[in-house]
């Protein structure tokens, strides 16, 4: 018999070393046309893809291979915590320069291989090309209770909004990883949130298996830019308070609010708590790492609460790749 | 409230139009995190995702934008077709340039429309970014009775082989395509072949539900470059009768079968066929449009019998993005 082709070989290559496809509800993976999927009894699948483009999302020459490899899976998995769900397996598309199916396919698939196993999210299968640009699409397939997905149009006016973790570190990150020329000291901890994100799985499945969220969503763009979609998906407006907003330790507080209001990239959770859930939630707070920063509004309007009862327009200064 | 942003307002347009999201097993559509999917009772789901890149699957100048909005989609749901399943919602993933916003994006998604309602194929959601280049991945979700789905690693030798349609017409038709420069006369079936292959779902499927098939993948890249993946899936060889295979009418006939052989972007089917349901499937052949063209053997070894006793390898001829 003939050799596999070389898309065939690097295809096998490719899909060493994951989790193990059964345990995730897989049960035909990658190799075949499509592969084969069927969720736990009385959970439905959740469906998501999200482009990482050498370019727009990651640089070559700053973003080691490795972050490249866990970043693409983390942030679409983080769409499936923002649900409440379950991330089981994911299909891979990759595009790669000839030259890089060597040293930087091995790095990006050993940081695709560890964000894998931390999620215990199975290789179900893919497309493998050619292209003078690295492209990456990755699609998350994940579950949740039937009845239980926590979508972004439920927030009701004087709805709490609480967000998980530190707003603007993964930004705040960026900057310094652009200033250390690429040169990434592992311990750096806002670094590291921008290179290997951690979705809120936990957080999320917990939030949406008690019913403490009306609505929610993860925090990719900038605070100020998500929180615009949830309240246009909801029908409401929103005011925050800076200064309840949890930025970036170590910077000037004006930059620590600005960080935490624009900055991208944290897959962070935005929560919207119905008031008779708050005294609930409260409760079971400590430990969970997630602060209130704001509330639902009848007014459509986002506005920012600077304190002593100055109230300015929150504009949306987030990420947008059509923004001109 | 201010406006949606600039991309969210992309979004709305590009989601508008599509089959009902209901009919279609979608519980949730595009706008939210992720979409909310369940297959009917007693079937599981498919899943499969494909690269449609400008500059390897299709040319900006050449390839009329509604063939690549018809095509990003049909190629795709034809790997469910070849696992016997229905195609029923897909993501689409669009990076364009911003100038492509207006009538490109409008002819593309004219296309993409038709396609997905000959499919019956609802839009779940996807993502959306800016790039200079026109990159598009599609995962398509489908459905399949459980315990029916026909896989590539099936075929037992002594299988007998047939494909739908005829094979090579969409290489010629490309060929056709580049001589007219790009100008199409919307009656040449072989141009047409090209630009808006339509996928075996109903054949595939009645395959299947019948068990006529003991493997079956689409032919996508070359029928000897598909029969060896399948053969190396199954740990089988094969032999093709060259005087059998369905090649393209009006060309000489060395050329009609090279044509047959190695020219990709048919998106027919490869199907094994168990001796014992060769005569089962002869009585209900007619109308159906498969033929045979060889045998699965227990040497593994691709050739070619070109008649008369003359017998020489197949080698791999279609079409790898990583070949040298």
Redesign the interface.
Known sequence: ??E?????K?VGRICRGFPALPQAGV??GA????????PRRGY????????F?E??HFLRDLHPPDSVGWKCLARAAS??A??G?TPRCF?L?L?IP?LH?GKWLDEFLGGLRRAARFLKCAM????T???ERI?I?V????E?AKGY?V???GAQPDDLLFVSGRLGEAELGLRELQLSKGSVRKNNATIRKHLYPKPRVALGRWLAENRFASAM??ISDGLS?DL??M???SGV?AVIAEGALPGPKGVPASEAAKLALHGGDDYELLIAVPAKAVKRLKRNLPGRDIEFVGAITKR???LLSKGEGITE?L??GGW?????
């Not at 190799?31 to 069927?38: H, N, S």
């Not at 439905?44 to 482009?51: K, N, P, Q, Y």
């Not at 699609?139 to 994940?142: M, Q, S, Y």
């Not at 947008?320 to 001109?324: L, N, V």
């Open positions: 018999m003939r596999p082709t070389p898309e065939d690097l049960r035909l190799g075949d046309d499509a592969a084969l999927w069927q439905e699948t959740i469906l998501t893809s999200d482009w483009l370019g727009s769409d499936i923002a649900m769900g299909l598309n595009a000839a199916t179900a299968g893919g497309d090309t050619k292209n492209l699409n699609t998350v397939v994940g949740v997905a979508l972004r149009s969503m993860d830019t615009l979609r309240c246009e998906a407006g459509k309007k986002l327009e504009v949306p947008d790749p059509f923004r001109k």
